[in-house]
């Protein structure tokens, strides 16, 4: 089955330090890849997406991701991050048509 | 504001009774879904719908129902089959199918069986 994997459950990281979250999915000939940021008790919102194109997305607060085939990943980084940041993100990946399938998600923790 | 509003927030139920989780949304989307979120393993489908008067199983449908009846509703039922219900459940609608992958989320509805 196809499935998408976030290595790391939490990442803790000081403020205005650099971060890398994880994200490995399955092999597939056609692939859309998101990652999506929970705030504590609230829903998903979608952060940035690669359906095609330029393999480097980036988003609204300085987020970027870039879709890698060959290593099937689509690691999600920030130079800089905020105490705003913590969060839990979520890597998901749609497989040749296929319903979302959501990693087990990693909570990233800025301290101060 | 256009959104997906889900109610209640928090909803506290006892071993052996039903309960009905709402989600109401206007942003005019054709297809809504339920999701299932535990600690550590990401959010699993429970059911889906693409159309008014027509629904799909996701992946962990069993103890679950749902309807609907209308395109801006889609409540989702727990029923006292489902024998571990505690959890956050979350409703989610999109444009079109689940193929372009871009989900609007309600902020979910905390369910904690006693």
């Known amino acids: 089955a196809q499935s998408v994997t976030q290595l790391d459950s939490q990442v803790p990281v000081f403020e205005e330090a650099p971060v890398e979250l994880r994200c490995n999915y399955s092999?597939?000939?056609?692939?859309?890849l998101f990652w999506y940021v929970q705030y504590p008790n609230q829903g998903l919102q979608l952060l940035l997406k690669y359906l095609s194109g330029s393999t480097l997305v980036e988003s609204i607060n300085g987020f970027e991701a870039e879709f890698n085939k060959s290593q099937t990943s689509f690691h999600l980084r920030k130079p800089s991050v905020h105490i705003s940041d913590t969060a839990e993100y979520f890597c998901?990946?749609?497989?040749?048509?296929?319903?979302?399938?959501f990693g087990g998600g990693t909570r990233l923790m800025v301290k101060p | 504001d256009g959104g997906i509003t889900q109610s209640p927030k928090y909803l506290f139920r006892k071993e052996g009774q039903n309960v009905t989780l709402s989600c109401e949304q206007n942003?005019?989307?054709?297809?809504m879904y339920w999701y299932r979120q535990d600690p550590g393993q990401g959010l699993r489908l429970i059911y889906y719908?693409?159309?008014?008067?027509?629904?799909q199983k996701g992946d962990i449908a069993e103890g679950y129902s749902v309807s609907r009846e209308k395109k801006e509703s889609f409540p989702l039922t727990v029923t006292s089959a489902q024998k571990n219900p505690t959890a956050f459940y979350l409703c989610?609608?999109?444009?079109?199918?689940?193929?372009?992958?871009?989900?609007?989320f309600g902020e979910g509805s905390r369910l904690t069986v006693l």
């Open positions: 092999s597939s000939v056609s692939v859309y």
């Open positions: 942003l005019n989307h054709d297809a």
């Open positions: 719908s693409q159309i008014v008067n027509d629904f």
């Open positions: 989610a609608s999109s444009i079109v199918g689940l193929d372009t992958g871009e989900l609007f």
């Open positions: 998901a990946a749609v497989f040749a048509g296929n319903m979302l399938t």
